[in-house]
């Protein structure tokens, strides 16, 4: 029940960074209209901007971490529900926690990384 209600709150923190990352990258047109702000989103200066910001590089990693697990509390629900022994649960189990961190780490490196880059010394 407690990964469950993890589950819950990981999927709520998705929606609301998927809705901050969609306005920010594919309703630029509604954001230039609405609050005159006009820039390209996938200009290099946009780009380096939003890899400079703590802020940024904070909520890609927080989104990233909520959507692995997310996607493989729900691919762990569903793939134990067809492989119903003790065993095939705990290999399961064990591959979806090996493959989220695994994929976690990666993820992390490349935006900490990034941000390492583009921040002034």
Not at 7 to 29: P, Q, R, S
Not at 39 to 68: I, K, M, N, Q
């Amino acid at each position: 029940m407690r990964y469950w209600f993890l589950n819950a709150i990981c999927g709520l923190l998705v929606l609301v960074l998927l809705t901050m990352h969609m306005f920010t990258m594919h309703l630029d047109d509604v954001l230039a209209l609405f609050f005159s702000i006009n820039t390209e989103p996938l200009g290099w200066d946009a780009v380096s901007a939003r890899g400079a910001s703590a802020l940024y590089t904070g909520a890609y990693v927080v989104l990233l971490g909520t959507a692995l697990f997310h996607g493989f509390y729900g691919l762990r629900t569903v793939l134990t529900e067809v492989w119903t022994s003790d065993r095939a649960g705990r290999l399961i189990r064990g591959a979806c926690w090996a493959l989220g961190v695994g994929l976690f780490v990666v993820g992390l490196a490349a935006a900490v990384a990034y941000h390492a880059k583009v921040v002034p010394a």
